[in-house]
């Protein structure tokens, strides 16, 4: 299992960013795809997450309204868009398939003036 994020930055408050993560290693459409984050000093936690074929998406309360999470089961992809940051949305981020063992490297979002 590969799992590639990108699309992190240094954002102001109020902005948006995509974040993207590109699969391999398991047959992506069979699986529940989710999105991590952690800030220094914190645990990480759940952000958001969707099912294999897109129907049903979770949030954590405090990003629901903001953020969204898709997939595109064509290309291995799964995204956060995320709008109206604010800088408790610092973290850096990850996907994650739950069932495997594996995580990527993250992408840092910070949200600073």
């Known amino acids: 299992v590969q799992l590639v994020e990108s699309g992190g930055g240094l954002v102001q408050p109020g902005g948006s960013l995509r974040l993207s993560c590109a699969a391999s290693?398991?047959?992506?459409?069979?699986?529940?795809m989710t999105w991590y984050r952690q800030a220094p000093g914190k645990e990480r936690e759940l952000v958001a997450g969707?099912?294999?074929?897109?129907?049903?998406?979770n949030y954590q309360d405090s990003v629901k309204g903001r953020f969204t999470i898709s997939r595109d089961n064509d290309k291995n992809m799964v995204y956060l868009q995320m709008t109206s940051l604010k800088p408790e949305d610092t973290a850096v981020y990850y996907c994650?398939?739950?069932?495997?063992?594996?995580w990527g490297q993250g992408t840092q979002v910070t949200v600073s003036s």
């Open positions: 994650y398939v739950p069932g495997f063992s594996s």
């Open positions: 290693g398991f047959t992506f459409s069979m699986y529940y």
């Open positions: 969707i099912t294999n074929f897109g129907s049903t998406t």
